[in-house]
């Protein structure tokens, strides 16, 4: 199963602190996953940016909701108790669920969603209402990243050899390899060994080398293309490669570097433009959004 959306939690939630005690939303996350059947594996997902589990992002957003509606209120850091609204709602024999469109009737949340108030930009819900605000700018976000790697690679791949050769050297400047754009273009294409196209320095101060194999094709990378690749750095005696395509590798290809001493890095086109896009090569910046939380640490006396 799949982690429940968080407007799935809402209910639970509020039923969790029908006590009237004071509950934390660590143990929101720990109960609600218990009760609503989350999977160990499932607790551990991550969002799209790697920093926050998916399931505290959709409780806490579910906490969000329920506090902005008054059925819940903060009496202190990361605590809870139910307000007399919330008692009341779950004493009514008629509510079984909580989601966005039931609490509209509080004109509390309606203000906080922007509705019903001369705004602007009205905030609207999520177009998928099981996902929380926070995972749709980052769905959206990865839509927007695939469409500019796409794009970056049809760029590269009508490309020319010349502007290939360019692009691998800004990149590998900017991931820290082969000292500045100088060194690095004067490395690149100048060794003229077969089956090496380049020597870059790994390091600034050129303390180990790096041989390079970039090949603008659109064929699948075989073993053989590798094993060659590997028979040039024996040659050297050189103990590091990296090979970059604009295609893709065979398993065989991927399997042959794993059995090897020799480190050898395999870059296909889908992780070349992903460094691209992550070391701003070839992309600019359209719009920059900065989203901030309130920093509970700078509001604790303790």
Do not use: C
Not at 66 to 92: C, F, H, P, S
């Amino acid at each position: 199963m799949a982690i429940p959306g968080f407007q799935e939690f809402m209910y639970p939630f509020l039923k969790m602190m029908e006590d009237g005690k004071e509950h934390s939303i660590s143990e929101a996350y720990s109960r609600l996953a218990d009760e609503l059947g989350v999977t160990d594996e499932e607790r551990e997902e991550l969002l799209p940016s790697g920093k926050q589990r998916i399931l505290h992002n959709r409780i806490g957003w579910t906490r969000t909701y329920l506090n902005k509606a008054g059925l819940l209120k903060t009496v202190r850091r990361g605590n809870y108790v139910i307000t007399e609204r919330g008692k009341q709602l779950l004493m009514d024999p008629n509510v079984e669920k909580i989601d966005n469109a039931f609490l509209l009737q509080f004109k509390e949340f309606r203000i906080f969603k922007n509705i019903g108030v001369v705004q602007p930009n009205p905030i609207q819900p999520p177009i998928n209402g099981d996902i929380t605000p926070l995972e749709e700018i980052e769905k959206n976000y990865q839509i927007l990243k695939e469409e500019a790697k796409e794009n970056l690679l049809d760029k590269v791949k009508n490309g020319s050899p010349l502007f290939f050769e360019r692009l691998v050297v800004e990149l590998l400047v900017a991931m820290g390899y082969g000292g500045s754009i100088t060194d690095a273009g004067q490395a690149i294409g100048r060794s003229g060994d077969e089956g090496i196209d380049g020597i870059i320095k790994e390091d600034v101060l050129g303390l180990d080398m790096i041989y390079l194999q970039a090949k603008r094709w659109e064929n699948t990378v075989t073993r053989p293309e590798i094993q060659k690749f590997a028979g040039s750095l024996e040659g050297q005696r050189a103990r590091k490669g990296v090979f970059i395509t604009t295609s893709n590798f065979s398993d065989g290809a991927k399997g042959f570097v794993q059995m090897i001493d020799k480190k050898i890095i395999l870059i296909d086109g889908d992780a070349l433009t992903e460094y691209m896009f992550t070391y701003n090569i070839g992309v600019g910046h359209e719009e920059t959004f900065i989203i901030k939380k309130v920093d509970e640490d700078y509001f604790g006396e303790e």
